[in-house]
């Protein structure tokens, strides 16, 4: 089957003339008279009657009418569709985080921007993220201290601290100064599990500085650290971004080297020309 052929005889139909149906198509009259001659032709049916004033539906160029007209009204439809998701007024972008915290002003830009657009969101830990953002389950992806590869594109997002988390009560928990790190040899502690990236920067800089705190008690979320610090179960660490207005816990910063964790939003190399991937990416501060 033609689908020149078939697109000349429904823009025929659709227009009940060659010359507006060779308008519709910007192609010659000749041409969309070749086609639709070559389409009866070849079925050996007539589909169209040709008077002097006008261009008539026989009963089955009616028939085969309605057919193309719902055939070809999808692809519109599919054109439309997709022009309109490369103008970025609709569209679907998948996002990982291993966090809420940097990522969720980011979505409330792009929607500000682009309000057509839906996100799907899935937050995890930062093996997680990555792994979704490589297996592409994931177009862009914001993680923390992620080495460089091949492959993948990163932009920097800057950095966060490292912070003790203490009880209201605690008595270190008005004073003025940094807590030192080494005020955290052998006290007892409640952290992340060793696998996240805040327990691992933690570690490697106790490690650096001769510090062995006793942990005590691990915990798979941020959030159980805050509840068991504000439990006075022990002192906690937790990101300056991630820093909650809890009254019953009091965030100081610290002073040592390697408390830094940095942050980068990041792609697939070959998908960052996408404009979807694009728009996203435009919204991490210049470099």
Not at 116 to 122: A, H, K, Q
Not at 206 to 233: F, H, I, K, N, W
Request: charged share 20%; with cysteine; proline share 5%.
């Amino acid at each position: 089957m033609n689908l020149f052929q078939l697109r000349a005889f429904d823009a025929v139909a659709r227009e009940g003339s060659f010359t507006r149906a060779a308008a519709r198509l910007f192609i010659s009259q000749p041409a969309v008279t070749g086609h639709v001659k070559a389409l009866e032709e070849h079925y050996q049916i007539t589909l169209l009657r040709r008077t002097a004033r006008r261009v008539e539906l026989t009963e089955e160029g009616t028939r085969l009418a309605a057919i193309t007209r719902a055939m070809f009204g999808l692809a519109e439809e599919a054109q439309a569709m997709l022009e309109a998701n490369r103008q970025l007024l609709t569209g679907r972008l998948e996002v990982a985080a291993d966090g809420p915290h940097r990522v969720m002003p980011m979505l409330a830009q792009l929607r500000a921007r682009y309000p057509g657009i839906t996100v799907n969101l899935r937050l995890g830990n930062a093996q997680e993220t990555l792994a979704a953002l490589l297996s592409e389950h994931a177009d862009v992806a914001v993680l923390t201290e992620v080495e460089p590869r091949k492959g993948l594109y990163l932009r920097s997002l800057g950095h966060s601290q490292l912070c003790a988390l203490l009880p209201a009560a605690h008595p270190w928990a008005s004073a003025p100064d940094p807590l030192a790190l080494s005020a955290l040899h052998q006290q007892i502690m409640v952290l992340r599990e060793p696998s996240s990236i805040t327990r691992r920067t933690f570690d490697q800089a106790c490690l650096r500085a001769g510090v062995q705190p006793r942990v005590l008690l691990e915990l798979d979320s941020r959030e159980a650290v805050t509840e068991a610090v504000a439990a006075q179960l022990g002192i906690g660490i937790v990101s300056s971004m991630e820093v909650a207005h809890d009254p019953r816990v009091v965030t100081r910063p610290m002073a040592a080297e390697g408390l830094l964790n940095q942050h980068m939003l990041g792609c697939l190399e070959r998908r960052r020309e996408l404009r979807l991937i694009q728009a996203f990416l435009a919204l991490a501060p210049a470099p």
